[in-house]
Nanobody
Framework: QVQLVESGGGLVQAGGSLRLSCAAS????????MGWFRQAPGKRREFVAT????????YYADSVKGRFTISRDNAKNTVYLQMNSLKPEDTAVYYC???????????????????WGQGTQVTVSS
C-alpha cells in the first residue's frame, strides 16, 4: 500500500505557473504508474496527465497539452505536475493517484487507480 500527499497548490494570476508535488510513502513509487486528476466545483473529476512507471510514456488531456508537464523522480518517491500559462478554467482541486503495482502504464480513467491523495487546491484568478 502507498500513501500519497500533494502539495504546491495556491492562488496564482492567469498566465502564471505552479508546480504540484505528490510525495509517496509506504512503498516505493517506482512500483506505480501515476496520474493527476482535477475536480472543479460542481463538476466531475477529470483526467489531467499520466506517466508510466519508468517515466517513458506520458499522456495529457487536450485541455492542458502544451502547458502542463508531468514528471517523476523515483529516487525521491515524488511525482510532479508543472503547470504553466494557467487559466481561470484550471481552477480545481488537484489529486494525484497511483495505479498498480502490476500495471506499467497509467490510465485516463480514475476508476483504474488504486490510491489517491487528499488533493491540493489550485485557484487561478483572471
Amino acid at each position: 500500500q502507498v500513501q500519497l500527499v500533494e502539495s504546491g497548490g495556491g492562488l496564482v494570476q492567469a498566465g502564471g505557473s505552479l508546480r504540484l508535488s505528490c510525495a509517496a510513502s509506504g512503498r516505493t513509487l517506482s512500483s506505480y504508474a501515476m496520474g493527476w486528476f482535477r475536480q472543479a466545483p460542481g463538476k466531475r473529476r477529470e483526467f489531467v496527465a499520466t506517466i508510466s512507471r519508468s517515466g517513458g510514456s506520458r499522456y495529457y488531456a487536450d485541455s492542458v497539452k502544451g502547458r502542463f508537464t508531468i514528471s517523476r523522480d523515483n529516487a525521491k518517491n515524488t511525482v510532479y505536475l508543472q503547470m504553466n500559462s494557467l487559466k481561470p478554467e484550471d481552477t480545481a482541486v488537484y489529486y494525484c493517484a497511483a495505479r498498480g503495482p502490476k500495471y506499467l502504464s497509467g490510465s485516463y480513467y480514475d476508476a483504474d487507480y488504486d490510491y489517491w491523495g487528499q488533493g491540493t487546491q489550485v485557484t487561478v484568478s483572471s
